[in-house]
């Protein structure tokens, strides 16, 4: 397989995307039930986050919220170039699954990075994109991980972070209690660790299961 000497920096990409989603997760969904009282039941977490946090939400409350939104759209950029990496590491031993997976990831970075892009620089526009863009990205992350866990081109417990991220995006939307910084948070951790396995690459790995169909 011919080197692909970009695939570090789309390590890089990731490792960016990712910790930038797990950071701003707080301070965000924090935020949110800041700027709009009563409208959702506080998650457990709140209380012990909200005293902690102040110092990033000193501004007014509706107004801070929509900056950490516009800020945070950019992790959805930062996680195709990964994206297409893994892709391009699959070369011509990418099985159906794999094709037909990251279609779907790369359909549904695009469309929830759109959503979030309306959802906060439209004054809610793009909500409902948002929505079923992390449902199609959370589908898409679990077929790519079944996918993975056949061509072991990624370390098998990477696989498993993917293949998980689709129920875990509905365990994380439940304890974090805010879209788009609870679904997206698995997504954030599988591509952080996406990341340091691409950067920590010095030649670009072969799949072991190229005969494979699905």
Same mark, same amino acid.
């Given at each position: 397989m011919q080197s692909?000497?970009? /695939?570090?920096?789309? @390590? /890089?990409?990731?490792?960016?995307?990712?910790?930038?989603?797990i950071l701003l997760t707080?301070?965000?969904?924090?935020?949110?039930?800041?700027?709009?009282p009563g409208e959702d039941p506080l998650p457990f977490w709140f209380e012990?986050?909200?005293?902690?946090?102040?110092?990033l939400l000193t501004f007014a409350a509706q107004d801070v919220y929509e900056t950490y939104g516009r800020i945070y759209n950019i992790v959805y950029?930062?996680?195709?170039?990964?994206?297409?990496?893994?892709?391009q590491l699959h070369g011509e031993f990418g099985?159906?699954?794999?094709?037909?997976?990251?279609?779907? /990831?790369i359909t549904g970075l695009l469309l929830t990075f759109v959503g979030v892009a309306?959802?906060?620089w439209a004054d809610?526009?793009?909500?409902?994109?948002?929505?079923?863009?992390?449902?199609?990205? @959370?589908?898409?992350?679990?077929?790519?991980?079944?996918?993975?866990?056949?061509?072991?081109?990624?370390?098998?417990w990477c696989a498993w972070l993917f293949v998980l991220c689709g129920p875990g995006l509905v365990v994380f939307m439940l304890l974090i209690g805010h879209i788009p910084?609870?679904?997206?948070?698995?997504?954030? /951790?599988?591509?952080?660790?996406?990341?340091?396995?691409?950067l920590s690459q010095k030649r670009p790995m072969t799949p072991t299961g190229s005969g494979e169909r699905a």
């Open positions: 692909l000497k970009w /695939v570090p920096w789309a @390590g /890089v990409a990731a490792i960016l995307g990712g910790l930038m989603a707080p301070p965000f969904a924090t935020a949110y039930f800041l700027a709009f012990w986050a909200e005293p902690r946090l102040e110092p950029v930062l996680f195709l170039p990964a994206a297409y990496a893994l892709h099985a159906p699954l794999e094709s037909r997976g990251f279609k779907v /990831v309306g959802d906060y809610g526009a793009g909500f409902g994109f948002e929505v079923l863009g992390l449902l199609i990205l @959370g589908v898409g992350m679990s077929m790519y991980g079944l996918a993975l866990r056949r061509s072991k081109v990624l370390a098998m910084s609870g679904p997206t948070f698995p997504f954030a /951790v599988t591509w952080l660790a996406t990341g340091g396995l691409l």
